[in-house]
């Protein structure tokens, strides 16, 4: 999943990128707001969380753009700004969420998690497939009730596919889970995990099409 930070406090961007980073994101931090707007527009992330207080230009500047050119992206403020009227004019703006700092990091990952869930349609992080249930909440998988044990890349493969059941993802889709943009990737290590995940789910939980990807059959 791409989360797009944008934060111009160097403490606390890093201490929320590299929680959300442990949490299995891939994120994008970036420090002003002409930065944000370029990379909102250039490259598609799964929720956005948004400063209000930004050099160059504010986040309510930020999400009034964004928003004019349809730019869909869910937004979570992230401020200091506690009066009730920052709120409003935030959300007003076109944001989807607002917490005010200091920020408790399990709060903000569970509002990921919402934001996410809302946009997939899902009700609960707990995603059941022919036995085999995935919460992609505590990244924890169980088959027949039995706990089976991932790595951090297999489950990273699972989660997106478990998401897009019945549909499939493209090679190119799933490197993006695992590499930030702009680094070099082995095609080889997709293929690995995804034999792992058929050892430990059964041979056909993921099934492969040659020129469209993988998928995960509902």
């Not at 250039?42 to 160059?56: C, K, N, T």
């Not at 730019?71 to 700004?81: E, F, G, N, Q």
């Not at 992609?136 to 699972?158: I, M």
């Not at 095609?187 to 995990?193: D, G, H, K, L, P």
Request: hydrophobic letters at 45%; a negative charge; proline letters at 3%.
């Amino acid at each position: 999943m791409q989360i797009l930070l944008v934060e111009d406090h160097d403490l606390l961007g890093m201490a929320i990128k590299v929680a959300l980073e442990e949490d299995g994101y891939n994120v994008c931090w970036c420090q002003d707001g002409e930065a944000a707007v370029a990379a909102l527009t250039q490259s598609r992330f799964d929720v956005a969380l948004l400063d209000l207080g930004l050099p160059v230009l504010s986040g309510e500047e930020i999400l009034r753009q964004i928003r004019r050119q349809s730019t869909y992206t869910p937004v979570i403020i992230l401020t200091a700004r506690e009066h009730p009227r920052h709120r409003v004019a935030g959300l007003d703006a076109g944001a989807d969420d607002f917490l005010v700092k200091p920020v408790d990091l399990a709060e903000l990952a569970a509002r990921i998690r919402a934001q996410i869930r809302r946009q997939e349609g899902r009700l609960s992080d707990i995603v059941s497939i022919r036995g085999v249930d995935i919460d992609l909440g505590g990244r924890v998988v169980h088959r027949d009730d039995q706990p089976v044990y991932l790595t951090a890349k297999e489950f990273k493969l699972l989660a997106l596919l478990s998401r897009r059941a019945g549909r499939f993802v493209s090679k190119a889709d799933l490197a993006n889970e695992l590499y930030d943009d702009g680094e070099e990737y082995d095609s080889n290590t997709i293929e690995v995990a995804i034999s792992a995940i058929r050892r430990k789910l059964g041979s056909d939980f993921v099934i492969t099409a040659r020129g469209l990807g993988y998928t995960v059959p509902k």
